[in-house]
């Protein structure tokens, strides 16, 4: 792979590994205006380049780069669609490898049965590294995880100071109250119930949140799976256009973002409000991933135009590492050590790949 196909890809690692956080950052609004939203703000901004990049370059489009140009439009559609529901329900640092890593694999497979490439012996352990770091990173957390646990530990240390000061403060009215120290059983009995009360409630907020997040992991991996085909659909559609039917990138990159705001207009026509409530209380995470999702895509593209798939496909995949460390760095998930060495064997699977 040349020096300047690997300064293309680390580029767009970052900016892609970026995006994705603030497409975590806004999951909890649900996908489709999040989409929609990006998709359009991507279209609008985007234009002015596009339109000068068409009278520059005058490009010849046939009825089949229309259609090719379509057609990434709705396996984009799919994958972010699929990519969202995965980061509401799961940390950014186990969906985005898994995703990621699944994407590389099978574009890389892809690659071998349908296009012919042929790797060699280290291509294929690479491809043994992904597969082992993927199941790695998809394995369930121990209960009591320590981002969870670190949540709930602060509020009832904070309702167990509350309660002593409260038991101290009625001591001491007890002895203002010489009639109160009658009894001094009842007001030991009271502090006792009192005190296993706050000693009760952090076991059983554990239990029912590890309750609540295993089957939510589960379901957030299945989508992260499902990304990850869409993720290998469209690197091999797209490798069609820009290689064979010679799409320029620019416009390959660009063309599912309007594409998608068509696709994903009557369900937000039909969600009102909400669309509203997304642009305005996640503007900044709406812009960010306009601007660097199109961006990320068309530096892989252009990588794509000179580059092997199995080569390009698999080596823009060090964005997990970059993932995994955003994800504990700003958004405070858990289970760093065993899910950043996952990655990284994703990542020396992705470089066997590259190499072999």
């Not at 970026?18 to 497409?23: A, K, R, T």
């Not at 990519?83 to 985005?96: E, F, I, M």
């Not at 199941?135 to 949540?151: H, K, S, Y």
Request: aromatic share 8%.
């Amino acid at each position: 792979m040349s020096p300047t196909a690997i300064a293309l890809i680390l580029v767009a690692a970052v900016a892609h590994a970026s995006w994705n956080l603030f497409s975590k950052q806004a999951s909890v609004t649900g996908a489709v205006s999040f989409i929609w939203l990006v998709s359009t703000a991507a279209t609008v901004l985007y234009a002015p380049v596009i339109a000068i990049a068409v009278i520059v370059t005058r490009p010849h489009l046939t009825v089949l780069s229309w259609a090719f140009m379509a057609g990434t439009g709705v396996l984009q559609g799919g994958y972010f669609l699929f990519l969202q529901s995965g980061y509401r329900l799961g940390d950014l640092s186990l969906v985005y490898p898994i995703g990621r890593g699944t994407g590389a694999l099978l574009a890389a497979l892809a690659g071998i049965v349908i296009l012919g490439e042929r790797p060699g012996a280290v291509a294929i352990a690479g491809i043994a590294c992904i597969v082992a770091g993927i199941i790695v990173i998809g394995l369930p957390d121990r209960a009591g995880g320590a981002r969870p646990a670190t949540a709930g530990t602060a509020g009832h240390t904070a309702n167990a100071g509350a309660t002593a000061n409260a038991g101290a403060t009625a001591n001491a009215g007890a002895t203002a109250n010489p009639g109160a120290t009658a009894n001094p059983g009842a007001t030991a009995n009271a502090g006792a119930t009192r005190t296993a009360g706050v000693t009760a409630i952090p076991r059983t907020a554990e239990a029912c949140g590890t309750a609540r997040r295993a089957p939510s992991a589960v379901r957030a991996t299945a989508f992260a799976l499902l990304t990850g085909t869409f993720i290998a659909s469209y690197t091999l559609w797209d490798k069609y256009a820009v290689g064979t039917l010679r799409t320029p990138p620019l416009l390959q990159g660009y063309a599912a973002f309007p594409i998608m705001a068509l696709l994903f207009a009557p369900q937000v026509r039909r969600a009102g409000e909400r669309t509203a409530r997304v642009w305005r209380d996640f503007r900044p995470q709406v812009l960010g991933a306009a601007v660097l999702a199109p961006f990320a895509y068309i530096l892989v593209l252009i990588a794509l135009s000179f580059t092997a798939v199995a080569a390009v496909a698999p080596a823009r995949e060090v964005s997990v590492l970059f993932g995994v460390l955003l994800g504990r760095r700003l958004l405070g998930e858990g289970n760093l050590p065993r899910r950043l060495a996952a990655a990284a064997a994703i990542v020396a699977g992705i470089v066997a790949i590259a190499i072999g």
